[in-house]
């Protein structure tokens, strides 16, 4: 089956600027979380949404917010984009509920602001 | 979820056995063990879980400390491919994704 697919791959933004990630899950899994990755601070947690309510959130300023649909997508948005925010952003989901707590990440959003 | 301690990195020859180990000594008795790993430019892919007893699969081995402060992930044959960062997570059952700690983990070096 597909795996988890996020878009854009790649992106170049600047300072100020907003910016729009897209995550589809794996079909059947209605959990979709979005973590942020640097160099410095490794793998952090950003947020989880499950059934379009957000479940969880990380240590983020209010700059970060995201969103789940009745297809279970989930769109993570960061307005007013700062330069710190250069980091790879990976979705992952996972079938909520199960004990495996398997979760299948996407291959990332690379994220540049200049 | 309670946080883990893995070495910054390691080595191995290729073809050779893998030891990779974790600590995990404030561990609860319904946090599973998992661990996961990262190719270069790709996302995490899980490698294996397990509670009390190990696990195989058909990626590795997982040996769990009779006391469950500790753990050791075991490749039995590394491989180039294998080269990556190993991560070791605590993730209480049903619990959410919030709590999970990814820290630094493991980077794994293979020498042909």
């Known amino acids: 089956k597909a795996g988890v697919t996020q878009t854009p791959r790649y992106l170049i933004k600047t300072r100020g600027q907003q910016v729009t990630l897209s995550c589809s899950p794996i079909s059947g899994h209605r959990s979709v979380s979005w973590y942020q990755q640097t160099p410095g601070q490794g793998l952090q947690f950003l947020f989880e949404?499950?059934?379009?309510?957000?479940?969880n959130k990380g240590n983020f300023p209010g700059r970060f917010s995201g969103r789940q649909f009745s297809n279970s997508r989930s769109e993570m948005n960061v307005s007013t984009l700062e330069l710190g925010d250069s980091a790879l952003y990976l979705c992952?989901?996972?079938?909520?509920?199960?004990?495996?707590?398997?979760?299948?990440f996407g291959e990332g959003s690379r994220l540049t602001v200049l | 979820d309670a946080k883990t301690t893995q070495p910054n990195s390691m080595e191995s020859n290729e073809e050779e056995p893998v030891h990779l180990p974790c600590n995990h000594s404030?561990?609860?008795?319904?946090?599973?063990i998992h661990w996961y790993r990262q190719l270069p430019s790709q996302g995490p892919e899980y490698v294996i879980h397990g509670l009390t007893s190990n696990v195989n699969n058909r990626m590795a081995s997982l040996a769990i400390a009779e006391d469950r402060k500790s753990s050791t992930l075991i490749l039995h044959r590394a491989t180039l491919r294998d080269a990556a960062v190993y991560y070791c997570i605590l993730w209480g059952y049903g619990g959410s994704q919030g709590n999970l700690i990814f820290g630094k983990g493991t980077k794994l070096s293979v020498k042909p």
């Open positions: 404030t561990i609860s008795g319904t946090d599973y």
């Open positions: 992952a989901s996972s079938m909520a509920g199960k004990d495996t707590g398997e979760l299948f």
């Open positions: 949404y499950f059934s379009e309510t957000q479940r």
